[in-house]
T-cell receptor, first 113, second 113 residues
């Protein structure tokens, strides 16, 4: 299917475990982003990538790791999950810069217990 | 640095009434501005965008927004609210010299029958 797909849609994990959220886009967009959405904070950027093998930190990167070995995939890993990382995570992609819109996935609701 | 302020985290309107959602931005260079809508348990989808062409921008579902440089505003309006407009609305800003979108904290719109 064309578009941007996140998996899983829902995940419950225990404190201290490593968890990876997957993001796949079929458009070959250069830019990809990871946001977390929390009540009262809106969307906050965790990491972004301007191209394969190029990543950079956003506003709230601590505790997260990303990689982008292929243009279409941008996984987000929580190395040792904490309760404060309970959130809804959105992946997005954008074709070629900031004058074009971002296209969002459906989100992953992560609960850390 | 860029930032976005959405005045009013919750707005209620009667069905058929005017919808006005406020967005003010801060940017040292000409911005690109966006409004996104998020329905429950879904990702964000683009309503409209301003990219330095016409200052009055028309979007989907009857929404429009006007870029006012002197007021650093990009308020979203719709003449007549429909029940299906109930959702969360996010204003976002980006600039050509940056690599990020900056989102406001969102406004939850309730439409009263």
């Amino acid at each position: 299917d064309a578009g941007i797909t996140q998996s899983p849609r829902y995940k419950i994990t225990e404190t201290g475990r490593q968890v990876t959220l997957m993001c796949h886009q079929t458009w070959s967009h250069s830019y990809m982003f990871w946001y977390r959405q929390d009540l009262g904070h809106g969307l906050r950027l965790i990491y972004y990538s301007a191209a394969a093998d190029i990543t950079d930190k956003g506003e709230v990167p601590d505790g997260y790791v990303v990689s982008r070995s292929k243009t279409e995939n941008f996984p987000l890993t929580l190395e040792s999950a904490t309760r404060s990382q309970t959130s809804v995570y959105f992946c997005a992609s954008s074709p070629d810069g900031m004058n074009t819109e971002a296209f969002f996935g459906q989100g992953t609701r992560l609960t850390v217990v | 640095a860029q930032s976005v302020t959405q005045l009013g985290s919750h707005v209620s309107v009667s069905e058929g009434a005017l919808v006005l959602l406020r967005c003010n931005y801060s940017s040292s260079v000409p911005p690109y501005l966006f409004w996104y809508v998020q329905y429950p348990n879904q990702g964000l989808q683009l309503l409209l965008k301003y990219t330095s062409a016409a200052t009055l921008v028309k979007g989907i579902n009857g929404f429009e927004a006007e870029f006012k440089k002197s007021e650093t505003s990009f308020h979203l309006t719709k003449p007549s609210a429909h029940m299906s407009d109930a959702a969360e609305y996010f204003c976002a800003v980006s600039v050509n010299t940056g690599n990020q979108f900056y989102f406001g904290t969102g406004t939850s719109l309730t439409v009263i029958p």
